[in-house]
DNA sequence: TTGCGTGCAAAGGTTTTGCATGGCA
DNA sequence: TGCCATGCAAAACCTTTGCACGCAA
């Protein structure tokens, strides 16, 4: 089920070329038309949406009500890193640490819930905002 | 800075009425519509966020695209729970455990980031779709 | 009286859907 | 050839904003 199209090929390969950071579609709309390969929004959402079900990209949303954001999965798991999110000065970071690889162990052992860590955005303050107080208003 | 209104009253009387568990926006419309007490969707939603920003009302959201959650915040931190939202049957559990406390003190200590427990959302697959599988479609 | 809060409707942004056409197998 | 994918535009959706009026202090 599903053709192999140009436009889903190009979509696929953008975030593979950018796969260490995440795209929105408005993003990849542009980035296709700057290179003369327009691509429409409608059909940018299908393949992302399909390519989420597939689980070869990962979709999540950093800010309340802005777009979303996609990121190519790999086939490894290295890419499964949290994101923090600073809620003073909106710096997002991008955290591979062992120690929260715990957590998916509690969970499943004591709640009998099998984490998956392809989505998580935890929201917080970072070390610049809380040391500087820097950007102190929104 | 700020009148006490009879709107404002309503819709906080009703988040903390239903403390145990989040409403949206339009929930609380349509409660109070019923009640005979219609409040504007815009009023709703200014009171919202004022209560949000004063620290009463925590707001977050469970699935992408969906509605906005706000829940009653009392005055203690035992209301500073996790989230688990299920992928695959959609169940949101609401979860206070010690052990995810220490991840607060983790990120803290090795990342200097200080967690905003308010808003998280983990999700995974819940105990129950685990074991028996139901619901396997989604 | 002063000016914030309200309510209605319209606008805002992102994402989805309908339908005719185009392209893959 | 058959059917899925595309593209355009319109719709859907939640939320915000403009503006005149009403109500709290």
């Keep these: 089920m599903g053709y192999k199209t140009k436009q889903g ?5 953008l975030l ?11 993003e990849i709309c542009g980035m296709l038309k700057a290179e003369g390969t327009s691509v429409g929004t409608a059909t940018v959402y299908r393949n992302l ?5 597939e689980g070869k990209v990962r979709r999540y949303r950093l800010e309340e009500g802005e777009s979303a954001c996609y ?6 798991e ?12 909106g710096v997002v970071i991008h955290l591979e640490c062992d120690y929260l ?3 998916n162990g509690h969970l499943l052992e004591h709640h009998g819930f099998n984490l998956d ?5 935890l929201y917080g303050e ?6 500087g107080r820097r950007n102190e208003a929104d």
Tied chains: 1, 2.
């Design 78 to 89: 290295c890419h499964e890193h949290f994101h923090l999110k600073c809620i003073n000065c």
């Design 49 to 53: 949406e399909k390519l989420v079900s």
């Design 16 to 26: 593979e070329k950018y796969s260490d950071r995440h795209l929105t579609a408005e």
């Design 126 to 131: 970072c070390a610049e905002c809380r040391k």
């Design 9 to 13: 090929g190009l979509i696929f390969g």
């Design 101 to 103: 690889d715990e957590i």
């Design 117 to 121: 860590r392809t989505k998580i955005v």
């Design 71 to 76: 990121q190519y999965m790999g086939d490894v």
